[in-house]
């Protein structure tokens, strides 16, 4: 059974300054995929990033990166240079190995920035 | 691109009711999920489809029944509407084996 747990309720940051939200995971797959998503206030959900577990090199997209700790379980987003349009509720989630479709999310983290 | 609509966006029923959600999307995707997200709180998975005619069971399948009948469409049954039940229901798609998540606006049920 695959499951993704999200500690962080809520985070308040400045604007412009480097926020990270926590995430971690537990699998019985040797590989599997993880991924973030950001609900923004009217509800629509976006993907924002993945990591391939099989990957060693961390993800970046724009201003988002992630911080994979294999050996932890752990897949952090790092979001740099906030804005205050990154305000939203982000989810991590994660899909095992091929052959099961199956995609586990996280309770989510509730991100504000403030001006 | 392509999109994901979600009938209706809102639902209004009644203890007991019987109640169904349909979602249609265009991206020619083999995969399609039904999500529950109460409240302030994550997406639970209900359903997933493979391809058509296939019904996995997520997490929260119980009270539930799916259909896929057509790769385009992936309905959502609540077999017996619980009273003072709210929640929103997301619909999902992807291409198989890729993993990544495409969402409809979401039905938001309420139950009186």
């Known amino acids: 059974a695959q499951k993704v747990t999200q500690t962080q309720t809520s985070i308040s940051v400045m ?3 480097t926020v990270t939200m926590d995430c971690v995971y537990e699998t019985q797959d040797s ?7 950001k609900q923004t206030a009217s509800g629509e959900i976006v993907f924002l990033i993945r ?3 099989y990957k060693k090199e ?3 997209v724009g201003h988002y990166s992630l911080n994979f700790q294999k050996p932890k ?6 979001i740099t240079a906030t804005q205050i349009e990154d305000s939203a509720v982000y989810f991590c989630a994660m899909r095992a190995n ?5 995609i586990t999310f996280g309770a989510g983290t509730k991100l504000t920035i403030k001006p | 691109g392509g999109i994901i609509t979600q009938t209706p966006k809102f639902l209004i029923g009644q203890e007991g009711q019987k109640l169904t959600l349909k979602c249609q999307q265009n991206f020619n995707h083999d995969t399609m999920y039904w999500y529950r997200q109460d409240s302030g709180k ?5 359903y997933y489809s493979i391809t058509e005619n ?6 929260l399948s119980e009270g539930y029944d799916a259909s896929r009948e057509k790769k385009s469409s992936f309905s959502l049954t609540v077999t017996s509407a619980q009273k003072n039940e709210m929640a929103v229901f997301l619909c999902a798609s992807s291409i198989l084996g890729q993993g990544t998540l495409y969402f409809g606006a979401g039905t938001r049920l309420s139950v009186l």
């Open chain 1, 51 to 53: 990591q391939d577990s």
């Open chain 1, 15 to 17: 604007e412009k300054t």
């Open chain 1, 58 to 60: 961390n993800a970046t």
């Open chain 1, 73 to 78: 379980s752990s897949i952090g987003l790092i």
């Open chain 2, 54 to 59: 296939d019904l996995q069971k997520g997490d």
């Open chain 2, 42 to 46: 994550g997406l639970r998975l209900i």
């Open chain 1, 98 to 102: 091929y052959g099961n479709e199956k």
């Open chain 1, 31 to 37: 590989s599997y995929f993880l991924f973030w998503y």
